[in-house]
């Protein structure tokens, strides 16, 4: 009974969180959405929140550098994350696979600033022999890569490892391959928590502001190529927020509140995708 009480109290407390933030962003975005409109904010032509009528609001570039950093960094994390728990849990020695764990969680315990610091000392000089300036979509998308992977790892690892040993022992009996055994019984089984953990590497790769912040470039314009620096929500706010005023301020709160709104529509949108996938193995 007591646990039960615990339960759901816990359960409100998170939701009321979630509700509570919402409302502060609201409340602060309030005076831009009324003043400047939300329209404008993606068709003001350019990012320049000067005051008066000269003043530009639009996100566009921002969202966009959003947008394509992260897609960029779940098409990269993505696979390599569910290829290295596939290959932990089913292709190598169990004291291979301890090191590999150990060794993802170190990763995934690196704070974002020491990643960013590699990606600007290492990664953002070598891309730069490529093509200048080196602060890029490139970098922030590789960045964001190393960042994600963990979550992936993690999630998919704990997948393949839900399969209950009885059947993989059921599948082998009856003559069928260790390919052939992941193609027909573990991959499709597995489907709706794998798309949990890309949901939830992508909406952390979204979220993310510091290593960002240090390898992208963040010039508010929309990239024409990889190698464009870009500026992405979180960065906007970052660099923004400290000495920002009045409709200024209000802006930022704008885009905070428009980034928890996306943040919650991938969230959804993960769950549907679940649901469907666990619906059709079902059947």
């Known amino acids: 009974m007591l646990l039960a009480v615990i339960g759901r109290s816990a359960a409100v407390t998170v939701a009321g969180l979630v509700i509570l933030i919402a409302g502060f962003l609201l409340l602060h975005a309030q005076p831009a959405l009324r003043e400047i409109g939300f329209v404008r904010f993606f068709a003001d032509a350019s990012w320049n929140p ?8 639009d996100i566009v570039p921002a969202l966009v550098g959003s947008a394509l950093a992260t897609a960029l960094a779940a098409l990269i994390a993505v696979p390599i994350g569910i290829t290295a728990a596939l290959g932990s849990t089913f292709f190598v020695h169990r004291a291979v696979a301890r090191l590999v764990d150990s060794g993802v969680g170190v990763l995934a315990g690196l704070p ?24 890029s979509l490139l970098a922030a998308a590789l960045v964001l890569a190393v960042m994600v992977v963990p979550t992936i790892y993690v999630a998919s690892r704990g997948a393949f490892k839900s399969i209950p040993k009885t059947c993989l022992d059921g599948a082998t009996a009856l003559g069928m391959t260790r390919i052939g055994i992941l193609r027909a019984a573990v991959l499709p089984t597995v489907k709706p928590a794998l798309a949990v953990g890309a949901v939830l590497a992508i909406t952390r790769a979204l979220g993310e502001t510091m290593a960002v912040v240090m390898v992208a470039g963040n010039v508010a314009a929309i990239p024409r190529s990889l ?53 059709e193995h079902n059947d």
């Open 50 to 57: 000067s005051p008066g009528p000269e003043g530009r609001f």
């Open 112 to 135: 974002s600033v020491v990643i960013g610091l590699w990606g600007l000392t290492a990664l953002v000089p070598w891309i730069a022999r490529i093509r200048a300036p080196g602060a």
């Open 227 to 279: 190698f464009d620096p870009v500026r992405t929500l979180t960065a906007n706010i970052a660099l923004e927020l400290p000495y920002a005023t009045g409709l200024h301020r209000s802006a930022l709160f704008a885009g905070g509140a428009g980034l928890m709104a996306l943040t919650w529509s991938l969230v959804v949108l993960g769950r549907c995708i679940s649901r469907a996938w666990s619906g």
